[in-house]
């Protein structure tokens, strides 16, 4: 009896080890395949040279593949000659003198840390001597300065785990799509196509993608669905879901229009062993070339 119990023991444990994907350094070797995968040319062509802030700090999960996204967006920048590329780390990014210097801002899985779920916040009490009061009206300032960059007419591309940035603001829950509400643990699925003919999934050709990934899902203005979804998990094949849900669908990646500005979402991917996808490098490509509006698609929400 006590055998089958370890057995039965070692099998699950298995499994769900399996399921986890390791962390792994960046080498020339990487940078090389990575280089030798991304798109040559963007699919909109003859368009000016964009310049896209990467902004890459987080003060809370730290996740590991932050440096992997960057040097990928630094390959697509640099192979297609489409994207002068800045990262940046510093909460005087968000000024409204330097945020007028980028056609498009990426969150590159930036998480804030605890309840609190403030950027803005965490970077000055870490790099500032101001009291709580006076941070709380700066971390005030320095969102509306991001909801004003893309209301005016900036892009805005947020990865993965970034979509927490201002996680309990509604309004910026509104211009994103929606706010982080959890994740069951990492598993393997199938990320499909809402609308396969959509200009921003072509990369797919129709297949979608399998990967392993945290499926994420989200809560506030997520279920106005004021955003145009591109990709999808389907919720009867996930694992460990919390909630009763209405929908069999999960979006995952989205689309949207905040002002005159354009917001692109995408919650793959959580390890860098999705990018080994050419398809996930070309959609993240067209997700930049939307946000700066070269590439022009349907991006009207659907509504509840």
Known sequence: MK???TALFLLVTGFIFAQQQENFKITDEWLAHIEQMAPSETTVKDVS???????????????????????MLKILGKKTDAFEVHVGYDIENFDKKNLKKYDAVVFNNCNPRGKKRDLFSDLLEDNTSFSAQEIAAKSAQYEKNL???????????ILHGAIVVQNNSMEFSKMTGGSFDYHPKQQEMHVKEVDPNHPLVQAFKGNGLTHVDEPYFFKNAYFDYNFRPLLYIDNNKIEGIRHTVTNDKNYV???????????????????????????????FLDG???????????????GK
């Open 147 to 157: 909801l004003d960059y893309v209301a005016k007419g900036g892009g805005l591309m």
């Open 49 to 71: 040279k964009k310049k896209i802030l990467v902004f890459s700090k987080a003060t809370g999960f730290d996740h590991w593949t932050i440096p992997h996204n960057v040097e």
């Open 288 to 302: 930049l070339q939307y946000v700066v509006g070269d590439l022009k698609c349907d991006d009207s929400p659907i």
């Open 253 to 283: 990646s989205w689309i949207k229009r905040h002002g005159k500005g354009r917001v692109f979402y995408s919650s793959p991917s959580h390890n860098a062993q999705s990018l080994d996808h050419p398809e996930l490098l070309q959609f």
């Open 3 to 5: 055998t089958n119990i």
